[in-house]
Nanobody
Framework: QVQLVESGGGLVQPGGSLRLSCAAS????????MNWYRQAPGKERELVAG????????NYADFVKGRFTISRDNAKNTVYLQMNSLKPECTAVYYC???????WGQGTQVTVSS
């Protein structure tokens, strides 16, 4: 069955960086658009970034443009989210999502705090 396993979250100081990974299995990864979402406490889940199946097209929410980069390695069935210049308001659980399959990962917690 479809599995999405996020990793790489943690506690980081403001201005720091983290790289999230989402390892996928159970489907032909290279055929699907992949997305990262996040959900902060008390807020709705929101789209952070997306990447086309081949990796040539990427889109970002306005609040992360210039700071976050989404990428993928289809040979490793993994999608990444490089997060730089992190701010306290980036604190959230970050999820991997395959819209066409309606599948979510379990999420990885990112906390930005001094």
């Amino acid at each position: 069955q479809v599995q999405l396993v996020e990793s790489g979250g943690g506690l980081v100081q403001p201005g720091g960086s983290l790289r999230l990974s989402c390892a996928a299995s159970g489907f032909t990864f290279s055929n699907y658009v992949m997305n990262w979402y996040r959900q902060a406490p008390g807020k709705e889940r929101e789209l952070v970034a997306g990447i086309s199946s081949g990796g040539s097209v990427r889109n970002y929410a306005d609040f992360v443009k210039g700071r976050f980069t989404i990428s993928r390695d289809n040979a490793k069935n993994t999608v990444y989210l490089q997060m730089n210049s992190l701010k306290p308001e980036c604190t959230a659980v970050y999820y991997c999502y395959v819209r066409q399959l309606g599948s979510w990962g379990q999420g990885t917690q990112v906390t930005v705090s001094s």
